[in-house]
């Protein structure tokens, strides 16, 4: 119940593309849905993050969809950019305590 | 601001050896985290302060890690003796903690361990 199901693993996006990543969690507890961007040799970087009583959050080219009734949400990267590049995880979280995905490593080449 | 700041970068040891990671949040973040991010996976919550005071070391494998947070500031990680499993990336985070829940957690660049 503890886990945060994300998808996919590796993701290749032509520049300009939207790169899509879904995660999927069944603690319904949860109050709080981060999403970082790691790139190597680097700590994860909060990139966005969202509360469950919101449905989507927009910043720049990153927006995070949510659907509480699902208990999924995604992050959307538009007009993807060589620079974007990295491994991305979502995480989970309550009382301060995060869950992290699986991580997904995203090329974006072009 | 400054950010989180660990060390060393890098280190090799062998199995059955002890090592120890060094961790300086930033300035005022009451709240401070270690992660282990083993190849290819997420980051593992290992323990989180409060302040001096441990809030949660429940995936903290007790026989052979300890941590310690002296005067709220600094922390270190220390393993004894480290196995084979324990080659990953150790994480520092910090966080302001207080009234407030679910503060962005700031992530130091990590200390990669090799156990041989």
């Known amino acids: 119940q503890q886990q945060v199901k994300q998808s996919p693993q590796s993701l290749i996006v032509q520049k300009g593309g939207i790169s899509i990543i879904n995660c999927a969690y069944e603690?319904?507890?949860?109050?709080?849905f981060p999403w970082y961007q790691q790139f190597p040799g680097k700590g994860p970087a909060l990139l966005i993050a969202i509360r469950p009583d919101v449905s989507e959050k927009k910043e720049g080219r990153f927006t995070i969809s949510f659907n509480k009734s699902a208990k999924q949400f995604s992050l959307h990267i538009m007009d993807s950019q060589p620079g974007d590049s990295a491994t991305y995880f979502c995480?989970?979280?309550?009382?301060?305590?995060?869950?992290f995905g699986t991580g997904t490593r995203l090329q974006v080449f072009p | 601001e400054a950010g989180v700041a660990q060390s060393p970068r890098y280190k090799i040891i062998e199995k059955r050896q002890s090592v120890a990671f060094w961790c300086n949040p930033i300035s005022g973040h009451a709240t401070l985290y270690w992660y282990q991010q083993i190849l290819g996976q997420g980051p593992k919550l290992l323990i989180q302060f409060q302040n001096n005071g441990v809030v949660d070391d429940s995936q903290l494998p007790k026989d052979r890690f300890s941590a310690e947070r002296l005067k709220g500031v600094d922390s270190t990680l220390k393993i004894q003796p480290a196995k084979l499993e324990d080659s990953a990336v150790y994480l520092c985070a910090s966080s302001p903690g207080g009234s407030y829940s679910n503060q962005p957690q700031h992530f130091g660049d990590g200390t990669r361990l090799s156990i041989l």
């Open positions: 995480a989970a979280s309550k009382a301060d305590k995060l869950i």
């Open positions: 603690n319904t507890a949860f109050d709080y």
